[in-house]
């Protein structure tokens, strides 16, 4: 059973994020999607590379937004630490096809 809180599950996430392992990559992806899906987005199969109890924080902060929260709203200095998060890796970004 998840007994993960979202403060928890975000701060794990930013953490996993933080070190540049083999599993950085998708739990920046969770953040930043969840903090902005329009430019951010977490292809399903990649959730693999996570272990079982990262894969759990993933989902809580999926189900965060599902509720209408946003993930840096729990957690403290909250904006500053996302958008460091994204310097560091916003170049996960959706790339959008121009039109012809």
Known sequence: MNTFSPTQ???TLLTVANRHT???????????????SSDFAVPVADLALLDGDNYQHALNVINLRYHGREPQSVIANGEK???ALW??????????????
């Open 22 to 36: 083999g599993a950085s990559e998708i739990a920046a992806k969770v953040l930043l999607s969840a903090w902005n």
């Open 9 to 11: 599950s975000v701060e």
């Open 81 to 83: 630490r996302f958008h």
């Open 87 to 100: 310097r560091d890796w916003n170049h996960l970004e959706i790339q959008r096809k121009k039109a012809a």
